[in-house]
T-cell receptor, first 111, second 113 residues
Framework: DVKVTQSSRYLVKRTGEKVFLECVQDMDHENMFWYRQDPGLGLRLIYFSYDVKMKEKGDIPEGYSVSREKKERFSLILESASTNQTSMYLC??????????FGPGTRLTVL | GENVEQHPSTLSVQEGDSAVIKCTYSDSASNYFPWYKQELGKRPQLIIDIRSNVGEKKDQRIAVTLNKTAKHFSLHITETQPEDSAVYFCAAIRADTGNQFYFGTGTSLTVIP
C-alpha cells in the first residue's frame, strides 16, 4: 500500500511564527502536492512538485513556500503564520499514471 | 485552467436508495476523472476513477459515467448503506501536464438508516 505521512496531526502556532509542515511518501512518486481544505471550499491546491527541486504554484500560493530536496519529502512552509491560514492541510503524491494518494492531514490552528 | 463544478453540495437519502453526484468540467483536454471519499476526520480515499477512453466503469455498488461531449461525469451509489455517509469529491486532470488535480467543492452525503 502507498503510504503518505505528515509530520503532525495537530499543530497550534502563534501569529508571525514560521511553520514547517512535512510530508513523506514511500512509493517513489514523482509528483507531490499540498492542499488546504476549508468547509465549503473543497480542496484547494497550494503548490505541487513534479520532480526534486521543481515546484509549481497552485491556486492559492500566497503566504506559502515549499521545498523538495529529496524525492520522498515535500515541505510546506508558512514564513509568517497568520490567522487566516488556520486550516486542514493535506499532502498527496502520485505517479505519472495519475492516481493520487493523500496523507492523514495536519490541522493547523494559528492564534 | 480547468474549472470543476460539483452538485449537489449536500445530499440525504434513505438507506437502500440510490445516490447520484454530478460534476462538470471545462477543459476538453482533461482525460482522467477520479472520485474520492472522505469520512469524518480521515484522509480522502480514491474509490473509483475513469479515463476518457471509456464511458462507464462499475465496482460493486459504485459506478461512474462520463459524457465527454457534454463534459460531465457522475458518481452513482446503489443500495446505499449508512457507512456510505461521507464527503465525496470529484476531480479532473490532464494527465499529460504534471498531474495537477482540479477538485470539485465536495458533496456531503448522509444515508439515513
Amino acid at each position: 500500500d502507498v503510504k503518505v505521512t505528515q509530520s503532525s496531526r495537530y499543530l497550534v502556532k502563534r501569529t508571525g511564527e514560521k511553520v514547517f509542515l512535512e510530508c513523506v511518501q514511500d512509493m517513489d512518486h514523482e509528483n507531490m502536492f499540498w492542499y488546504r481544505q476549508d468547509p465549503g471550499l473543497g480542496l484547494r491546491l497550494i503548490y505541487f512538485s513534479y520532480d526534486v527541486k521543481m515546484k509549481e504554484k497552485g491556486d492559492i500560493p500566497e503566504g506559502y513556500s515549499v521545498s523538495r530536496e529529496k524525492k520522498e519529502r515535500f515541505s510546506l512552509i508558512l514564513e509568517s503564520a497568520s490567522t487566516n491560514q488556520t486550516s486542514m492541510y493535506l499532502c498527496a503524491s502520485s505517479s505519472v499514471t495519475s492516481k493520487q494518494f493523500f496523507g492523514p492531514g495536519t490541522r493547523l490552528t494559528v492564534l | 485552467g480547468e474549472n470543476v463544478e460539483q452538485h449537489p453540495s449536500t445530499l440525504s437519502v434513505q438507506e437502500g436508495d440510490s445516490a447520484v453526484i454530478k460534476c462538470t468540467y471545462s477543459d476538453s483536454a482533461s482525460n482522467y476523472f477520479p472520485w474520492y471519499k472522505q469520512e469524518l476526520g480521515k484522509r480522502p480515499q480514491l474509490i473509483i476513477d475513469i479515463r476518457s477512453n471509456v464511458g462507464e466503469k462499475k465496482d460493486q455498488r459504485i459506478a461512474v459515467t462520463l459524457n465527454k461531449t457534454a463534459k460531465h461525469f457522475s458518481l452513482h451509489i446503489t443500495e446505499t448503506q449508512p457507512e456510505d455517509s461521507a464527503v465525496y469529491f470529484c476531480a479532473a486532470i490532464r494527465a499529460d501536464t504534471g498531474n495537477q488535480f482540479y477538485f470539485g467543492t465536495g458533496t456531503s452525503l448522509t444515508v439515513i438508516p
